[in-house]
């Protein structure tokens, strides 16, 4: 018998169902009308209210699982800085960056602070269980080591 800590306990459809529709929602930015109408060519009848709950209820399962699947980042990291121009007036942008050039987190400041770029390069690493190799910061002509 299922338990009613199930997230799918007392619905109608299969899991399976209910997670394509979900991803197609928000993976496809689609709207409810139209995963409604992708379904019912699939021989799925559900209107586009209960997939607005279904999206709703379980968008967080689905996200984690998301989480899961993403690659780690490398054990090298960079913060590069580069000067950008946005209406007119100079900007600093600030990215970490890891080995394969995935970008880890970006700040743009409108005037170059570096104890304030070192804070935000230790940001990103917060939220790990485990420490990166190698960090490097490149400054243009300022050059440091953690």
Same mark, same amino acid.
């Given at each position: 018998?299922?338990? #009613?800590?199930?997230? *799918?306990?007392?619905?109608? +459809?299969?899991?399976?169902?209910?997670? *394509?529709?979900?991803?197609?929602?928000?993976? +496809? #930015?689609?709207?409810?009308?139209?995963?409604?109408?992708?379904?019912?060519?699939?021989? /799925?009848?559900? #209107?586009?209210?209960?997939?607005?709950?279904?999206?709703?209820?379980?968008?967080? #399962?689905?996200?984690?699982?998301?989480?899961?699947?993403?690659?780690?980042?490398? @054990?090298?990291? *960079?913060? @590069?800085?580069?000067?950008?121009?946005?209406?007119? /007036?100079?900007?600093?942008?600030?990215?970490?960056?890891?080995? @394969?050039?995935?970008?880890?987190?970006?700040?743009?400041?409108?005037?170059?602070?570096?104890?304030?770029?070192?804070? +935000? +390069?230790?940001?990103?690493?917060?939220?790990?269980?485990?420490?990166? !190799?190698?960090?490097?910061?490149?400054?243009?002509?300022? !050059?440091?080591?953690?």
């Amino acid at each position: 018998m299922t338990s #009613s800590s199930d997230p *799918h306990y007392r619905h109608r +459809f299969p899991a399976e169902i209910i997670y *394509h529709a979900v991803w197609l929602y928000h993976v +496809f #930015s689609l709207s409810l009308r139209d995963v409604e109408l992708i379904l019912a060519e699939r021989g /799925v009848a559900v #209107s586009y209210e209960t997939l607005r709950r279904w999206c709703k209820k379980f968008i967080a #399962s689905f996200a984690e699982r998301l989480r899961r699947r993403r690659p780690r980042p490398g @054990d090298k990291w *960079h913060m @590069d800085e580069v000067f950008i121009r946005i209406q007119g /007036v100079q900007h600093y942008l600030w990215r970490a960056v890891d080995q @394969d050039g995935g970008v880890l987190d970006i700040l743009i400041q409108a005037r170059r602070d570096a104890q304030a770029a070192k804070r +935000f +390069f230790k940001r990103p690493l917060a939220g790990l269980h485990y420490e990166p !190799r190698r960090e490097v910061a490149r400054l243009g002509i300022l !050059r440091w080591r953690f």
